[in-house]
């Protein structure tokens, strides 16, 4: 199957990021088929968990990556689709009817939105941009976030830093370190590798690799990881935005987490 030059190399490190993600669709696939769902039913009722925001303390072990980028985006995107419905519509809903009402502040994050999202120049379509050209490392991506967002007020700097940057999101500020940002959001796999893998004897492994020799004929077009990622969170967007969400209150007691501790500053907020 391989040359005997390259016979004793192992896959990489984009290649082993890939497959991973193939297994992981399909896991999901795999619960979401056991789970079941009427599809001539009319009406449907989804549980979703908006909180789950978290800034990793870098170690070895956990890093605020490519990865943890993508959930605070998503903890974002569900803020603002909160703030849509609990604050700006019955707000607009008072001052229609005419309600006697005192203005409520709240933290809109838009523009923490644009500045990762915005099409061209925003984080991910820079990081799609440095992708596209074989020369980018995460040092250059660094600099050119740098000089990019230099005056955004949401964005900094850390000191001495060349590849790391940070946020000031709407529950707190997140040092993301950018060194396997490149590597992470490239949805491709090796041609030698995706041959290998489809001609496996075991019908699992090439059944993780269908939609590649399908899609082979578009082998030249690039594709992203973080572009694939934002077209699914908009349709998860889309669905909710077609139904009445009701939110539940739910209190958090301690940053300890550990039980009959209450703190008052987290229980106020």
Known sequence: MR???SCQQQPGKRTRIRNRLRLFD???SKINNSIGKDRSSKFLIVVLDIYGFESFKTNRCLTNSFEQFCIILTNEKLQQH???HVFKMEQEFYTNEEINWSYKEFVDDQDILDLIEKKPGGILALLDEACMFPRSIHVTYGEKLYQTFKDHKRFNKPKLAKTEFTICHYAGDV???TDHFLDKNKDYVVAKHQALLSASKCSFVP????LLREDSSKASKFKSIGAGFKQQLQALLETS????PHYVRCVKPNNLLKPSI????NILQ
């Open 82 to 84: 909160f703030n849509q």
């Open 207 to 210: 059944g993780l690799f269908l």
């Open 262 to 265: 209450f703190e008052n500053q």
């Open 3 to 5: 040359d005997s030059s």
């Open 241 to 244: 935005s077609h139904t009445e």
């Open 26 to 28: 399909w896991i999901v």
């Open 175 to 177: 040092t993301y370190q």
